[in-house]
C-alpha cells in the first residue's frame, strides 16, 4: 500500500499563495489517481481537486476553480496543490488523498483508499 505525507501548509495572509505538496512511499504514485481535500473545524471534509494517475484530466470543486491547480510528477512520486489568491475561507487542515481507480475523478472521499495526516493552512484577513 502508499503511505502519503503532505506538507507546505502554514500562515499566509489573504491574496497570498501556498503550494502543497504530498509525497508518497510504498508504492508508486503513478498506480493511483489523486485528490486534495480539505476539512474546517465543525465541517465535513470537502472535496478541493482531483487527477488521473496519469495526470491527463483534472477536476476541481467550484469554490475554488481558477485559483487552485493540481498536478503530479510521477517521477517524484508526488502530487501538488498551488493555491493562488487564498481566501480566510480557504482555512482548513489540507488532505491529500489517492484511489486504486487510476481513471478516478471522484469528489466523493469514500472514493479514496489511502489518506495523508494532513497540513494546516491558515489564511489571515
Not at 489517492?98 to 494532513?118: C, E, K, V
Amino acid at each position: 500500500q502508499v503511505q502519503l505525507v503532505e506538507s507546505g501548509g502554514g500562515l499566509v495572509q489573504a491574496g497570498g499563495s501556498l503550494r502543497l505538496s504530498c509525497a508518497a512511499s510504498g508504492r508508486a504514485l503513478s498506480m493511483y489517481s489523486a485528490a486534495w481535500f480539505r476539512q474546517a473545524p465543525g465541517k465535513e471534509r470537502e472535496f478541493i481537486a482531483t487527477i488521473t494517475s496519469s495526470g491527463g484530466t483534472t477536476s476541481y470543486a467550484d469554490s475554488v476553480k481558477g485559483r487552485f491547480t493540481i498536478s503530479r510528477v510521477n517521477a517524484r512520486n508526488t502530487v501538488y496543490l498551488q493555491m493562488n489568491n487564498l481566501k480566510p475561507e480557504d482555512t482548513a487542515v489540507y488532505y491529500c488523498a489517492a484511489s486504486l481507480n487510476r481513471a478516478s475523478i471522484n469528489s466523493n472521499p469514500t472514493a479514496y483508499n489511502y489518506w495523508g495526516q494532513g497540513t494546516q493552512v491558515t489564511v489571515s484577513s
